[in-house]
């Protein structure tokens, strides 16, 4: 079967770095997708990963291992306005997106 | 319009009722997207479409239908309401395969069925 794993909640101080880990396994694989969302809201795109290694855009990062089904989000100089819940996401061989459930980041001062 | 919306914001109906949930995107996406999400849970796949005139069922279709009119709208219908339909649903659009398939999501609606 299909599925993403992600830690339910995680806690970090305000100008710390955090790690979000997410484990997949999907029919296929074309990619893996980090999004946010905030209370109440709609999930907003942050990074896709299809190649190994580490893609960095501003203060945040996405790295993947395709051999490892494994993928983090890393977020540096953490403000908070980062307290959000992140969702990792797979897209199978049929181009659909397998979400996980979710981690909520809890930041404080 | 800019981007995607969705409509009611929220809405308490009766179960058994019939109610259509509806959306527009004018960013002229091929694909468009039904999910649903509840506490605890990802988001999982209502139905989807890949282009105007086409539509496939996504992991939980049971009770929900949809159709593809043109590009820009994608309404999914409750037939007949019942309380585990009581949820978000969200609405996401996107250009489709390749690393052109970052989806966009419309604000939700949130559904309570009574």
């Known amino acids: 079967g299909q599925n993403i794993d992600q830690p339910t909640e995680m806690t970090a101080t305000e100008g710390a770095i955090v790690q979000i880990n997410c484990t997949y396994q999907?029919?296929?694989?074309?990619?893996l997708f980090w999004y946010q969302q905030h209370a109440g809201e709609a999930p907003t795109f942050l990074s896709y990963?299809?190649l190994d290694g580490l893609e960095e855009k501003g203060r945040f990062s996405s790295f993947l291992s395709r051999s490892k089904g494994y993928s983090y989000l890393l977020l540096k100089e953490l403000q908070m306005k980062d307290s959000a819940s992140y969702l990792c996401?797979?897209?199978?061989?049929?181009?659909?997106?397998?979400w996980g459930a979710g981690t909520k980041l809890i930041i404080k001062p | 319009i800019a981007g995607i919306t969705q409509a009611p914001t929220s809405q308490i109906l009766a179960a058994g009722r019939r109610m259509t949930l509806r959306c527009t995107q004018d960013?002229?996406?091929?694909?468009m997207y039904w999910y649903r999400q509840d506490l605890g849970l990802g988001l999982r796949l209502i139905h989807y479409?890949?282009?105007?005139?086409?539509?496939g069922k996504g992991e939980v279709p049971d009770g929900y239908s949809v159709s593809r009119a043109n590009t820009d709208d994608f309404p999914l219908t409750l037939a007949s309401a019942v309380p585990s339909q009581t949820s978000v649903y969200f609405c996401?659009?996107?250009?489709?395969?390749?690393?052109?398939?970052?989806?966009?999501f419309g604000p939700g609606t949130r559904l309570t069925v009574l």
């Open positions: 996401a659009s996107g250009n489709g395969r390749g690393d052109t398939d970052t989806q966009y």
């Open positions: 960013m002229r996406h091929n694909a």
């Open positions: 479409s890949n282009t105007a005139g086409t539509t």
């Open positions: 999907t029919s296929g694989f074309n990619g």
């Open positions: 990963n299809v």
């Open positions: 996401a797979g897209l199978d061989s049929n181009y659909q997106l397998i």
